[in-house]
């Protein structure tokens, strides 16, 4: 593939979100071949230089940094990717887009509305490439959800609700911080699920349904103490273990959101729904390759919710998989959002979510926190 | 409702099939008000007089029999209803429509063809009304699917097919015959699964699909031994537990039939399938009000089976109960039977299934046993 | 069935309510044979002669009236039911509790809380029996729902959630107020989906999960004006389209609430979630013969949300039934509480919701319609 | 990765089959990092050298033959691959064996019988390693479904049905042959949906219930002429559109199979049940990532099919993939099953199915054909 343009990565962070990239970044080739640029696994980052060792050994990345600022100072690199936890995305993001690096961030942009906000002025001013890994946008169900919606079949738009449930924390004995658990630590991921899960939902929305103009937020902390692992002591839980807000949209739609880690029986079960006027649709991150569609113009006595497995040729990035009735993956978002980083080289236009665009959920989260706190309606600032 | 015709009911047997024939002429005055002709219950007829008499109270029955022949003979009985065990509807249908009364009798029409062919001369002779309880034919959504067939929505048919799962004779201490398991006994029954559950399925296959031209089956007694409760004694057990047929429909699309009472998790879990070339049908008995819908004329990437909450206006039979969305249960087939029977006096037509429709399902059920016993094909005859 | 108590029934009102609760009364008797309270239909009362005899021949009322004061004061009542518009509930169930009549009332109590209150002093000065028909109570799945929790198998409650969602009214042509349509106009309603609806979610989550203390709401009304029945002039729609909430309850849990007439697809689509420390609960009224229920302590491997088809003769009110599979319908939950409301006359204890238990619906609803209006979190006062 | 043992791979053919074959390949060493061999892309063979380099490009093989027998002959090869049409299977596996490589081949194994048992004889003199790509049995539900099984939880089998419904050829206007479409002509495929697809179901029945020793067979072939891509001419069309059998299993149960692709609204619906005395348990390729779980010892009133998502680090095979939640897909059955081909290598075990047990699949697949041809039953020899 000599005519292909090589974009040469380096990754920080070897953990689940280092897995997830670097599995993307091995698939593109083989799946988007037709692609001008194409990923090299050029290095790979982590303090511990036997896990960076073996990781690099597993992926393929032709070499290993155990310091950050080394990887990104590296000139053989254009694209820097941060799979780290929240409290370094700032820093390092700001470093490499002064280093003239591509920036590719996991969401969420940053733990709080400032750090975002000097992580967009950073890789604006350099003029550098950048997006952040909300990859549930790309899971074919979802964009097609976009696209119907873009086609204009819902008419005005009523109702937009969505939640994430997860009860993975529900134990008082799981601890708190550290290596695998800094999720649940503020200081290191900002805050709890509104980053982590919220998040997620809020991009979906506002891609799917626009801007959210207020905001009106409660949230919980249900285990008050737990021991941190980094201390090994009993200390108080800082984050929040759930958030529900209700909103309006610029639109005139009004929104609905729950993320929680104490919804016993749910794994990951982020869901969606919109409705409008003429149609409404549903999406449930469980039975990912399926979009349910109600269509009121279908005749009267034969409507009903339509089940759609989107696995067809037809069907968003489906060209590049099996055939009809054959699914694929979660990590298949990944690889869907590689290719069309890649691809926005290509046509020079920017890879949506930006960190611009992604400033945009920030503001949302930090005024549902806000919100919360407060217990008060808060008002989104347009950017 | 003095300008109302009467129909005066004897009602032969308080079984459970008592009950269902008996609310549903209850109902039919409340629900079907406009109606010409309404019931009056007569009389109730069984052996016990002490049940009798509590059943006929529970029910408004005016008045009791302990003999169904002086039951059939009376005077101020113009429709006789048979809810007796199987091995009775031959006797007491003949007399019936000899003495000159209408005659509904509870599926299957007979134990065997030979008893179910004198039903239908007796009926045919005597020149009286008469009508088969295959009530699943009447819950809105197998109506719709009736109506979405008929449309001609789906073309050429390539496929049919149904099930009745059941789980509950699976212990091997259930005992057979006598009171309440009279359905275990094949002399009191005719046949196990065969003539209780399949006769349902095919029922409504010939009903949407047209004829069945012939068929291979299979059966099987997985429990060989039982304590009769007539006797107390262990006895061999008479019956199919389960039977599997497939079929040729005159149409030229196949059929697959499958019945038992040995599927673990199965209450009553009866399902048809239908597909054609445009369009394909599915219903399930355990969730009644619901009918599924694929039109492969719809866009395609939006194509999927619509679930039908089948509780609209105008949907089958539903302008008559509630709002939409609120769903209506087992019971109402009976009362839709029981409303189509009066209504077929008012326009002279005959009430489907007939005796001479049913015999077709009898024809079937008989050559599927002697399929399965002979393990070989078996035609069935024209009627 | 002379050893029998006669329940004289006086009812007010032959709209929708009106059959659903004759139709109960109907059941009784064949359903329940065995209660010692069973009623009489004595007599039936709406405005329009010509109607409240065709309803009164229907359902086999004795007597009509048309003056509801001449109704509540006939010697040969025993009870009044009422099921006319809300803006009428005040005044008659005060005017039959001063005659010493049972009062029954459908849902919402009153059109807010002022009415409320002096309808539950009034039954409680005169000492008689009252209920409030929030009927969804006594659908078996809803009933089992409640056994579980009291059966402590969830644990301590995180997570409750409701929704009863709707689409009738997106058509901007659809007039408000008058016949069939006063659930549009908030003088006879009260308010709209929030009593409507949320009302119904409302007292089914305080009887599962305990008392709510204090919500945040927000309101909407997306068509403004629409021409009124009864003026044939188009006028503000002065009813609430949507409403969304999330509170706390007493017991340490998050809610969440929301209900609309906006969107597309759903029929009646009341659902609700609770979600505790063991296990999880949910329920769905389109589908509401089932109950699913997530056990924490099943086997690891081996976990997952169980579908429980809720027909067995184990489960609530289901040995009054058919047998397991065969499901029941909307109308049923109304049958049950008439059954329960005659059964408490035997055992001596009230039929919940009473007006006073149903009075903390209705403070929560005017919180949540305050709560929207001030843009703050309101507080519920203990009764 | 030094220490590692290299498995040098030559893959023949690069259609659908090829590319899941390459990606499981691929996938290998990112997933099953841990595993002491692993593949080396060695060559990749094709008739089309434009082709056959394309696809060395894309998926990393080190050359190209377009020759298989120079791909056999080849000292540089571990292992053959063989993922070309049925007909060319016994040749190549055949030349494989004696060449003393292992082989794999894509199933089924052979075209008919004769060929089949050519090929076991083969692999068997030579003493090379073997399987056959029956993927579906590693996809982590199936797989667990298995444990179950093996775990006695289901007591007696009673049941067992599956089937296969797609619905891509109903259009009479679809060609067949050559390119693309050699699954519709029994020439290049032995057969129609028997081969290719009941053969997969077959496969996990006999794996997950036992042998079957006899059966009773339909086929149809519902268009009866297409335009064959190879002659451009409408020729007769010799594979079977639809075929159904019901059989016994050794251990007593019943089966039932039905595929077809004329089932309207299907794409690859591939699913099984088995009903055991205490459990049973369901599954469905369109929601690959569920297993429906029914237990009888649960708890009488809260017996439910459970819905277990089977994305647990506990489950089969997912402690290599994600976090709780999060689905793969269809490819990662290959993916699977090459990992398991590789770690046979470790333990010295066979890799099931070897040719010899698809031995099995094939002669019933062969009594199915037969069954259907001469309209009786017909038994399967052992073997």
Redesign the interface.
Known sequence: ?SEKKEVRIGLIGCG?MGR?H??AY?RV??FF?EQEYQPVLKAVCARSEDKVR?FA????YESVETDWKKLVSRDDIDAVDICTPNDTHAEIAIAAAQAGKMVLTEKPLARNIEEAKQMVDAVEKAGVKNTVWYNYRRLPAVT?AK??IDSGKLGKI??Y?ANF????T?SADLPQGGEGLWRLDAAAAGSGVTGDLLAHCIDTAIWLNGSITDV?A?T?T?IKERVHQLTGKMQKVTIDD?C???C?FKN?S?G?F?S?R????????YTFEI??????IRWD????????????S?E??????????V??G??PYMDK????????????SFIHQAADFFKSLETGTPCSPTFKEAFETQQICEAVLKSAAT???CEIESV
Request: hydrophobic share 35%; net charge negative; proline share 3%.
């Open positions: 593939m689940f997830t670097s599995n091995n080739p083989n071949p073996a050994d597993q992926w393929g097609l696209q119907i009523f109702h609700r449930l997860q009860d993975w529900i009106s409660m919980e249900f759930a529900i807000f209700h309006h005139g009004l609905l729950e929680t104490y919804a016993r029986g749910h794994k990951a079960l409705n409008g006027e003429h149609a409404s991150l469980h039975d990912l390759n399926r979009l349910e569609y109600f269509d009121h279908d009267s006595k034969l409507r009903g919710w339509r089940s759609i497995h696995t067809d037809d069907h998989w099996w055939v009809p009735g054959l699914g694929i993956g979660y990590e298949h217990k008060s309606w």
